[in-house]
Structure formats: C-alpha cells, structure tokens
C-alpha cells in the first residue's frame, strides 16, 4: 500500500469525527428531553403522553366537520391519558391539575351535550384543552406540539 492510501483513510476518519462533533453540538444546548416520565407512580413514555396531546389536536380539527368523529378520537386517545397528567401534575402544582381538568371538563360537556354546540365552539375548547396540556406536559419537560392553526 503506497503513502497516499494510509493517509486517506486517516482523512475519512478525521472528518467523520468532526461530522460527527457537530451533530453532537447542534440543537438546544440543554439536556435532551426524557424518553419516560414519572407520573402518578406510573412510568409513562414521553411518546405515549405526546400521542395523547396530538389526539386532542386532531380532535380539534374533525370538531369543524364531523363532531362525532372528534368525540371518538377525544375520548379514544386522549380523555384517560388527561386524567394521568393531571395526577402527576397535583404533586407539582395542584392549581395546574385543577385548570387542566376543569378544560378537559369543558370539551366533555360539549361532546355530551344534547344537541352538541357548534363544531366552531369545540374546535375552540379543544384548542384551549390542547394548549393547557402542553403547558401541563412542559412541567414535566416533555415537549408537544402546538395545534396547527385552521
């Protein structure tokens, strides 16, 4: 093997190193958010509670159209998940457990309410339901995504 065939794979490792490096330094700066939380004496997966804050935006976006199905994904992914939060949520801070059932109370009363209000009038409780979840999930350093604006 010649000079420049031991130096080049010297050169290929030196650079996926510093390609490496910099993928490494990118991002936040600060710790990467948990891939399990404690809540409630249960240990929950960061996904699952996301999946939980995602269904109540897609909720949310079928309230304008189609009530019923909102109903079904509201109580099918994200209402027991809710319930969760906000008991891990009264060690931390029992006015934040308060604020996020009283939300999860109002999209309740709507979906059983006979006639259900207007599509408009749930996507709107939903969105503040979402918007009480993600500052809920937050305390706990779990990060979700804010609903997409109509």
């Not at 991002?27 to 269904?55: C, E, F, H, R, Y």
């Not at 009038?121 to 990060?143: E, N, P, W």
């Amino acid at each position: 093997m010649g000079p420049e065939m031991r130096v080049l794979p010297r050169i290929v490792t030196g650079a996926a190193m510093v390609v490496l490096g910099a993928g490494a330094a990118c991002g936040s700066g600060g710790k990467p958010a948990p891939v399990v939380v404690a809540l409630a004496g249960q240990t929950v997966a960061t996904t699952k509670l996301q999946t939980i804050a995602a269904g109540i935006c897609d909720a949310a976006r079928q309230a304008t159209s189609d009530v019923g199905a909102a109903r079904q994904t509201f109580f099918g992914t994200s209402h027991d998940g809710i319930h969760l939060i906000a008991r891990g949520l009264q060690d931390k801070d029992r006015a934040a457990s308060a604020t996020l059932l009283e939300a999860k109370q109002k999209v309740e009363a709507d979906f059983n309410a006979s006639p259900p209000p207007p599509g408009p009038q749930i996507t709107a409780d939903l969105r503040k339901l979402a918007a009480v979840t993600r500052t809920s999930l937050a305390r706990f350093k779990v990060g979700a995504e804010a609903c997409p604006t109509p």
